[in-house]
């Protein structure tokens, strides 16, 4: 890794004034469609970190009822919806890319909201730390997906062809209602 790319993951990772403002780092739709080729889900699903519709969009494009909400209006589904203060279920099923500062809150609330799946895109790093690997060993994880090709993520707005491709290492984390046993591994292709 060049040193350019390694300050530039450094910096991601410890200045809070380098991230973007509410961890808005939109997901490559290539993503979710490498997702939907490996997992289905029973129901409508719903994505609680919609920002502007990306992931949304390949969900409904495949077949798939969301209920797409945020927080914040970037011009997609219903603002407002802060999804850590929900109280009631809008879909048995939900996948999202949080925001990274809070996914752990937000996967306990996925859990708690849903009873089918729960699918986050997050950095493969988020299988460190001792706080999560026993945390990890209390919930439902069935499958890490990890993506072979770097998906390229921006900040602020999505990744285009010109962006080239992304410096950091993601997957996507499956927890399922009901699983019992050790998560399985995988792998699959990112970009097209």
Same mark, same amino acid.
């Given at each position: 890794?060049?040193?350019?790319?390694?300050? &530039?993951?450094?910096?991601?990772? $410890? $200045?809070?004034?380098?991230?973007?403002?509410? $961890?808005?780092?939109?997901?490559?739709?290539?993503?979710?469609?490498?997702?939907?080729?490996? !997992?289905?889900?029973?129901?409508? =699903?719903? !994505?609680?970190?919609?920002?502007? %519709?990306?992931?949304?969009?390949? #969900? !409904?494009?495949?077949? &798939?009822?969301?209920?797409?909400?945020?927080? =914040?209006?970037?011009? &997609?589904?219903?603002?407002?919806?802060?999804? #850590?203060? !929900?109280?009631?279920?809008?879909?048995?099923?939900?996948?999202?890319?949080?925001?990274? %500062?809070?996914?752990?809150?937000? =996967?306990?609330?996925?859990?708690?909201?849903?009873?089918?799946?729960?699918?986050?895109?997050?950095?493969?790093?988020?299988?460190?730390?001792?706080?999560?690997?026993?945390?990890?060993?209390?919930?439902? #994880?069935?499958?890490?997906?990890?993506?072979?090709?770097?998906?390229?993520?921006?900040?602020?707005? #999505?990744?285009? /062809?010109? $962006? /080239?491709?992304?410096?950091?290492?993601?997957?996507?984390? =499956?927890?399922?209602?009901? &699983?019992?046993?050790?998560?399985?591994?995988?792998?699959?292709? %990112?970009?097209?």
């Amino acid at each position: 890794m060049g040193r350019n790319t390694s300050t &530039y993951a450094s910096a991601q990772r $410890d $200045d809070p004034e380098n991230r973007e403002e509410n $961890d808005f780092y939109p997901t490559h739709p290539s993503a979710t469609r490498a997702l939907l080729s490996v !997992e289905k889900f029973d129901g409508p =699903i719903w !994505e609680p970190a919609c920002g502007e %519709g990306d992931m949304s969009r390949v #969900l !409904e494009a495949a077949g &798939y009822d969301v209920i797409s909400t945020d927080l =914040i209006d970037r011009g &997609y589904g219903e603002h407002g919806v802060d999804f #850590l203060r !929900e109280w009631k279920s809008r879909a048995p099923n939900v996948a999202t890319n949080p925001p990274f %500062g809070i996914a752990m809150p937000f =996967i306990n609330c996925a859990l708690q909201m849903s009873t089918g799946k729960v699918a986050m895109f997050l950095r493969l790093a988020f299988l460190e730390g001792q706080r999560r690997g026993a945390w990890f060993k209390r919930t439902p #994880l069935k499958k890490v997906w990890v993506m072979s090709n770097r998906v390229p993520m921006q900040r602020g707005r #999505l990744a285009v /062809g010109e $962006d /080239g491709t992304g410096v950091l290492a993601f997957a996507w984390f =499956i927890w399922e209602h009901g &699983y019992e046993g050790e998560p399985s591994i995988g792998w699959l292709e %990112g970009r097209d």
